[in-house]
């Protein structure tokens, strides 16, 4: 898929019935239901919404998957594999919030990257600096150190969102200048580490709301958005998809 990609992280939220409603009401806007904008659910609900996106070009991702292969005694583990053959197109990997809460070393991730290209779906890594980085002036460095997991892996293959942790579910976006620099340092590094700059989409994650989607997703090297809170409501979640077909040149 070219153009910009919407994605929309429910993170640990969802009811069948709420989903139904929430589902029906997203397939009955022409900004949302199209190509370029996935939903990323709990694994417990991918199968609802494999099934009630099935007649949708939307797309349904995963919050992670196992470090693990594809099958065996791993009580618990959702494998890459099983997240294929119910149709998950991308997953997320390292979400800041995992990274945080569960302690994913760069040796998990770099596992279930694999086990994602293996498996055919795209991989979503997710980098981000602490508000203490941004203030010591290290946030370039760990944003590096963090893209260097990818050096080798196919470009063309991975995608990667950029998620400042101080702005998710804060409210507080970053400056346009901010996501600027931080999306022109990742493609730089993938250039130089993996040369494929080019092929490699960045999205931008952290407070995207309907009043600020247009400017966000205007800005050079922003290839899409990673939608959190917001994309759990339909008109919101619409104003934002739009935003984004309107900045695809
Ligand atoms: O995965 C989504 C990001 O964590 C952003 O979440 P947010 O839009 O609620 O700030």
Same mark, same amino acid.
């Given at each position: 898929m070219s153009g910009k990609l919407v994605m929309g992280n429910w993170k640990m939220n969802g009811r069948l019935d709420s989903n139904r409603k929430?589902?029906?009401? /997203?397939?009955?806007? *022409?900004?949302?239901?199209?190509?370029?904008?996935a939903i990323?659910?709990?694994? *417990? @609900? %991918?199968?609802?919404? +494999?099934?009630?996106? *099935?007649? +949708?070009?939307? *797309?349904?991702?995963?919050?992670? /998957? #196992?470090?693990?292969?594809l099958a065996g005694a791993y009580t618990g583990e959702v494998s890459a594999?099983?997240?294929?053959?119910?149709?998950?197109? @991308?997953?997320?990997?390292?979400? #800041?919030?995992?990274?945080? @809460? %569960? #302690?994913?070393?760069?040796?998990?991730?770099?596992q279930k990257l694999i086990n994602a290209l293996e498996a055919g779906i795209t991989p979503v890594l997710c980098v981000g600096e602490t508000l203490q980085q941004r203030e010591a002036g290290d946030h370039l460095t760990v944003i590096r150190d963090q893209l260097d997991i990818l050096a080798q892996?196919?470009?063309?293959?991975?995608?990667?969102?950029y998620e400042p942790i101080w702005a998710i579910?804060?409210?507080?976006?970053?400056? %346009?200048?901010?996501?600027?620099? /931080?999306?022109?340092?990742?493609?730089?590094h993938c250039r130089q580490t993996h040369g494929g700059a080019e092929a490699v989409r960045v999205l931008y994650g952290g407070s995207v709301k309907a009043d600020n989607a247009d400017a966000t997703l205007a800005i050079d090297n922003v290839d899409g958005a990673l939608v959190g809170g917001a994309s759990l409501d339909v008109e919101s979640f619409g104003i934002i998809c739009q935003a984004c077909l309107a900045t695809y040149a």
């Open positions: 929430l589902i029906k009401a /997203m397939l009955e806007d *022409a900004h949302i239901n199209r190509d370029g904008v990323a659910a709990p694994h *417990a @609900y %991918l199968m609802q919404l +494999s099934d009630l996106l *099935a007649a +949708s070009p939307m *797309a349904i991702a995963a919050q992670d /998957m #196992s470090q693990f292969g594999g099983m997240l294929h053959d119910i149709g998950c197109r @991308y997953a997320l990997i390292g979400h #800041s919030e995992r990274r945080q @809460y %569960l #302690s994913e070393t760069t040796a998990v991730l770099n892996l196919a470009p063309t293959r991975v995608i990667v969102a579910g804060t409210g507080k976006v970053a400056t %346009l200048d901010q996501i600027r620099e /931080m999306h022109t340092c990742i493609k730089q």
